[in-house]
Structure formats: C-alpha cells, structure tokens
C-alpha cells in the first residue's frame, strides 16, 4: 500500500537540529514512523508498500530527528531524504544515488504533541497517559535544559517526592512520606534494569545526571512488579543504549564558586561506538567532579572540609544477534571520596563532628531482550557492590571507625506482551542473594562485628482486561515473595545476637481505569507493599540494658497498603500535560529509632504511621521553544499511636516529611543570528519546614531553592552557558535539626545540626557534541 503521514514541512532553516527524547518500540515501519511523526511533532511523507518492509527495531532515547530517522530505518530498504524543504521517506531503489545530507531543521517546527509520551513503569512500552498510577517522567532533554547536576535535583522537582543529597554517595529518598533512614530500601531504585537493594540499610546511590535518557518516579506500593521495599514508590533511572550506526562523542566542562565556600569543577565525557554495522556497539561515559566545601571544622579551623571528589564509570555494549533479539552488558563504578562525608551543619555553618569516607560501589548486568510478534522475554542479572568505611569524631573525645559491605545479586526473567491487546500482561521470576557484613569500633564503648545474608525469591504476574466497554479497564496483579533472613552480630566480650527467620508476603495490586477519549485517563487502585524485618544490633543491646532501655531482640517486617484516585490527561491538541492523584495510606509496624544515648540508637517497630495527601502536575509546550511546568504535593504523615521511650507520640510527623512542596520551572530557546540559538531556563523548589528528628531534636526550617542558566548553542556541536543555584542563598536545615546543646544553667546554647543546601553558586559550562 501507499502511505502519506502528515504534511510536506514548508521549509527548513539553517537552525540547529533538536535533540528530543524519542520513545518508539520496535514495531512495524509504518507504525514506527507515525510515532516519530507524533513524537517529533515533524510531518513527513512516505511512499512505497511499507506492509512489507522490515520490521523497525526502535529508537529510544535523545538524539536529533536524523539520528533516529536512521534507527527507525535500519534494515527496512528504506531512506529518507531532504529536498525542497520535504522529507521523503522511500524504498531504497526509487532514491536518489547520492541522497542529499540532511539539512538543520527549524527551531520552531510545528508543535510537538505530549502524548506519545511512552514509559515501560509495568514492565512493558505504553503510553504514559495510559497507565493507572501515579507517574512522573523526566526526559533526559529536560534534565539537561534546567542544569540538572545528580538525581537528587531531579526528584526534587517531581510532586510527593523528597530528596536530601547526604553528601555521601547515598541520597536520602522520601516518596509520599514513606521515609524512615533504616532497614532494607522503603522506596525502590532501579539504575536501568539493576535493582539496588539494601540489606538493613536503604541503598540509593548518588547517580550523577548526565547521558541520562530519562527518569521515572512511579508512585504508590509497586510490590507487585518491582518487590520488596517499593513501598512508597520506585524510581527508575535509564540512561542512553548505544546506537549501532551513528559514531557520538561529546564532553562536558565546568567550574563554580560557591559564596563564602570553594570552588568546584567537573570533567564529563561519552562516546558511541559503532562496532558492526546494525549488530554491535559500544557506550561509554566517565565523569570526574570536586564538587565544592563550605563548612567550617570548628576543631581543627579548616575551611569547606566537606567538600568532595566523585569519579563515575559507565560502559554499555549492546550486541544483537538477530534483528529481535539484543544483548546489553554494562558495567558502572562509583568513587566518591571526603574528609567530612556530610552536608551537615549548625546555623553558623559549623560543625565538630565529621566522618570522613572513601566509599566507592560498583554493578555489572547483563540483560537479553528477545522480541516476539507479540511479547517480549526478558532475563536480567546483576552483581551490585557497595564499599562504605567511615572514621572520624562523633564529638569530643569520642572516635568511631565502622565499615559496611554490601553485595546482591539478583536474577529475574520476564515475559509480558507488546502492543495493545484486550489483555496485556507480564508475569516473570525472581531471585535475590543479598549479604552485608559490618564492623564497628567506638573504643571504650562498643566493639562489635555482624554479618547477615538474605536468600529471597518471588513469582510475579499483572494483567490488563479491557472490560466489553473498552473504555474501561481493571488491571490485577499478585506478587509472592519469600526472604530467608540469617544474621549475627557478635560483640568483643563474646556476646551474641542472632536472627534465623524466614519472611513472606502475598503483594496485590488493583486498579479500575476509564478513559472517556484516547488522551485522558481516571483511575482508582489499591495496592500493597512489604519489607523484611531484621537483626538488633548487639552494641544496641549491650547499651540499652546498661541504660535501661528495653528494646526488641530482632525487628519485624512492615508493610503498607496504599488507596488511590487519580486522573491524567493530554489537552489542548496536546500542548497541556495535566495529572493529579488523592492517596491514603495505612503503614504498619514501621521501624523507628530509640534513643539509648545522644550518640548511640536502637531500633524498634512502632504501630504504623497513616499518610494521606494530594498531588498536582501540569507542563504546558504552547510551542517547540517554550515548555513550563508546575507540580505540587500536600502530605500528611504521622505516627498513629505513642512509641514509648522515643518522643514520637501519636500525631507527631513522619520524620523528614515535608508537609508541602511546590515546584516549577521554565525553559525557552529562540534564534540569535543565522547560525546560533539562544536558551534559558530557571527553576523554583519550596518545601515546608520538615517536623520530626531521628530520635530528638528541633525542626527544620522552609526552605525556597532557584536556579537559572542562560546559554548559546551553535549548529557546530557546542555551547556555553552560565548558570547559577540557590539563587536565594537559603542556608537553612533541610531535615530536622538533631538534638540542641544546652547550658548548665537550662539555656539554650545550640540548636542542633542538620543537612544545609548548599550556597548561592555560579559557574559556567561548555558542553561540545560531534
């Protein structure tokens, strides 16, 4: 058959060419390049009998319209062709010898819709608009336009969702108030397809933002599909595949001064391989940073002593030995090394209490993707490890040294269908091995080494069925999970606490969803969420009988059921991007702290805690060179009943639970001459004070956070842009403040320390792309 996809495009500039996220799945070539014709928001023509054509392989990720036209291309016998100000897509034999070089296209092309938006949150590629949860999506473009430097910026501005860079390789992650510091991960996060999983511990590794292709933050329990410990949510970070036939290479350089701080500066660097031609290529990625100090060693007197050097490695080769079938192997190191570890502070911008740490953690996986006329089968395996010694003064005359060692390797094997069916579905299985071993010495208080291993596996399976109206939709999804928990920790006088038990746990999930047009959905779901229980410490025991604190021998495992109503929707010939979401939620038996001394802390279950709150989000794209965007979250989190010998009563705040946040932002780019482009962007980030301390302390304060960066792009690959952060030069504690010194005589002497943004900084970045 002859098809024509949309109109012949008028004209062309001598503009640069758009990066754009493109989300296309493999598929057949005419459907293909109606994605990229919605995607792009660019017209095109083709001709030709494309039913017979070969199969499209796909494109995803951010590149200009002629890198992915020839990825949508490859192996089809088809090419495209500029001439006229027309692209042509046509057979091969009926092209032109000499195929003209593609030409820049225009800035302002016609505008793009919002809703080919494609996300792979259940597992397999569907429309963002088309899936019954809580979303939220950031492209790689985006993440670049506003000057986003690690993931934490980027949670940030994603509605319900909290996050604290620690200043220590781990970020502190907070998705509608499910927060609690301890036990294994209670949000889950996923660097690609690898899971990283603490083992009493959340692990969520500082992740530098750069050739990211996007990041989704799902919201809700996600048990069902992503297990153990995604119970407030999970975020997914996915960064660039390689691209068989285009060779890329690109570089990034900074450097900053932070006000009344040090300098920072940064080196960032990839390049794309082509190794064979539509078979094999290589991606690798290297960044180098000092990111700046500014805190004061009230000890010693040194100046910006948390400042700190981060090295990231990443190598991705992708080998596919058949046009359905690709391999992925990648391999990603993290160094991250500082004499203060720590964002932490008094009001003064002071401290006397630092641990210092060279920690590094490193993954290795391996992902086999074969694709069928209609499903896909997946089989995924990681090795991830995580190095984190610490040593320093707690406080005066008191030292601490401490290691933590964590390893888990985990398998999983999926199979779910591809395209739109009346019932789309995934099942799969997985299985995790998990160890960490822990020494910890506070000489003259504790000595103490502890080990502890978990054996877990689970069987999946989610369902969508449209219902005879296929207007409506209810989606069921069951997870079984089983953890073999076995641990000791074994102090210096030969005492020993010991835990041999096995947890498991049945995770539903349910959703009813409505779409009274293509482009709007309503939904309401329940779903559930869980997480194993652990070890007492055996310092923590030791101290409390000698205090007489009474504190449980081993922690039991939570859970969490979450209820939600929400809807999306793309509006206005898709200019408007429009979400919102009412949740409540019901956490049992969640771990806090008790304090024994105002060093030292135990662990015990409390009743549970209830959150409930409302989130909102809309991104308006008017035109290609405008986007602005705004979201805001409403929670509240407390504990539900008192905790005895904590000051968590019923009531009191989660802990490190912004009540409110607010987020918005703004990007624009415009023509400056024949050959440049000009671009803009600025953002604004406010949350409420944060209530609630570990164990005792004062709150924290609210906090407005703004960045802007004005730049110049040219056609050549490069551009240069000034930036500047915390515009506002806010310098308030961002988490509760720990507990406050008081004089002999009842006064205060101090409020307490607490994690501080960092100050008003302004740097410039040349970034080059061939």
């Not at 960032?268 to 990111?291: C, G, M, Q, S, W």
């Not at 953690?361 to 190095?387: E, K, P, R």
């Not at 689970?458 to 449209?466: H, N, P, R, V, Y």
């Not at 960045?707 to 842009?721: D, K, N, T």
Request: glycine letters at 10%; aromatic letters at 8%; charged letters at 20%.
């Amino acid at each position: 058959m002859s098809l024509l996809l949309g109109f012949c495009l008028s004209a062309w500039a001598t503009t640069p060419s758009p990066r754009i996220a493109f989300r296309i799945p493999a598929q057949p070539l005419d459907e293909a390049l109606l994605g990229f014709s919605q995607q792009s928001g660019l017209p095109l023509a083709a001709v030709g009998d494309l039913d017979r054509a070969r199969r499209s392989p796909g494109v995803s990720g951010v590149m200009t319209v002629e890198a992915a036209l020839d990825r949508l291309l490859e192996g089809s016998g088809y090419v495209f062709s500029v001439e006229s100000g027309v692209i042509t897509v046509s057979p091969r034999a009926s092209a032109p010898t000499d195929r003209p070089a593609p030409q820049p296209i225009a800035l302002v092309a016609p505008t793009r819709t919002l809703a080919p938006l494609v996300v792979s949150a259940r597992k397999r590629d569907e429309r963002w608009v088309d899936v019954p949860m809580g979303l939220s999506v950031h492209s790689g473009e985006r993440i670049e336009t506003l000057g986003m430097q690690n993931v934490t910026d980027v949670l940030r501005l994603t509605p319900g969702v909290a996050a604290i860079d620690s200043g220590a390789a781990f970020t502190q992650v907070q998705i509608r108030g499910i927060s609690s510091s301890l036990g294994g991960n209670d949000n889950g996060y996923y660097l690609d397809d690898v899971p990283f999983t603490g083992v009493t511990v959340p692990w969520h590794p500082d992740t530098r933002a750069f050739d990211l292709d996007r990041v989704e933050v799902l919201k809700g329990p996600q048990g069902t599909l992503f297990g153990e410990g995604s119970m407030g949510g999970t975020v997914r970070i996915l960064t660039r595949k390689p691209e068989f036939n285009r060779f890329g290479a690109g570089v990034e350089l900074d450097g900053s001064r932070v006000s009344g701080g040090g300098d920072g500066r940064g080196a960032k660097a990839y390049v794309n391989i082509p190794l064979v031609d539509d078979r094999l290529a290589l991606r690798l990625a290297v960044t180098d940073e000092r990111t700046p100090g500014w805190i004061e060693d009230t000890n010693t007197g040194g100046k910006n002593v948390n400042d700190n050097d981060i090295r990231t490695w990443r190598a991705k080769l992708r080998f596919a030995p058949t046009e359905r079938w690709n391999i992925d192997l990648a391999y990603w190191k993290y160094r991250s090394d500082s004499d203060a570890a720590s964002n932490t502070a008094y009001d003064d911008g002071t401290n006397d209490s630092f641990l210092a740490s060279r920690n590094e953690w490193d993954s290795a996986s391996l992902t086999s993707t074969y694709d069928f006329d209609a499903s896909q089968i997946v089989y995924t395996f990681s090795d991830g490890n995580l190095s984190y010694p610490q040593s320093g003064e707690l406080s005066a005359g008191i030292r601490l040294d401490a290691a933590i060692d964590i390893g888990v390797r985990t398998h999983e094997l999926r199979w779910a269908s591809t395209g739109e069916h009346r019932l789309d579905w995934t099942v799969g299985y997985y299985l995790r091995k998990a160890d960490r071993a822990d020494v910890l010495d506070i000489p003259g208080i504790l000595t103490s080494n502890s080990r502890q291993t978990n054996d877990a596996h689970a069987i999946f399976g989610e369902a969508t069925l449209k219902l005879p109206n296929p207007a409506w939709a209810v989606t069921a999804g069951l997870r079984y999970f089983k953890d073999k928990v076995d641990g000791s920790d074994v102090a210096s006088d030969g005492s020993v606490s010991t835990l041999n038990a096995t947890f498991d746990s049945w995770n539903p999930r349910l959703s009813l969803s409505y779409k009274p047009s293509d482009n709007t959905t309503f939904y309401a779901s329940a779903a559930r969420g869980f997480r194993s229980g652990q070890l007492q410490p055996i310092g923590s025991i030791q101290l409390a009988e000698l205090y007489g604190v009474e504190l449980p021998s081993q922690i039991s495992a939570d859970s969490i059921w979450t209820y939600e109503l929400g809807a999306k929707s793309v509006l206005a010939d898709g200019k408007v991007l429009l979400e919102g979401a009412v949740f409540y939620s019901d956490w049992k038996d969640v771990a806090v702290r008790v304090p024994i001394t105002p060093e030292i802390n135990g662990l015990a279950n409390s009743d549970g805690t209830r959150n409930k709150g409302v989130e909102l989000s809309v991104t308006y794209n008017p035109i290609r060179a405008l986007t602005l965007a705004f979201s805001g979250s409403w929670i509240d989190a407390t504990y539900s009943a008192d905790v005895p010998g904590t000051p968590l009563h019923r009531g009191t705040a989660v802990y490190n639970v912004p009540k409110t946040s607010l987020n918005a932002s703004a990007a624009y780019a415009w023509d400056v001459g024949a050959n440049l482009r000009g671009v803009i962007s600025a953002n604004v980030h406010h949350d409420s004070a944060r209530e609630t301390a570990l164990t005792a302390g004062t709150p924290g304060d609210a906090l407005t956070l703004a960045g802007a960066r004005i730049g110049l792009e040219s056609p050549a690959g490069w551009g240069v842009y000034l930036y500047g952060n915390n515009l506002t030069d806010e310098d308030g504690a961002i988490n509760a403040r720990s507990a406050s010194l008081y004089n002999p005589d009842g006064s205060l002497l101090r409020l307490g320390s607490s994690n501080r943004p960092q100050p008003r900084t302004f740097g410039v970045l040349f970034r080059y792309d061939y």
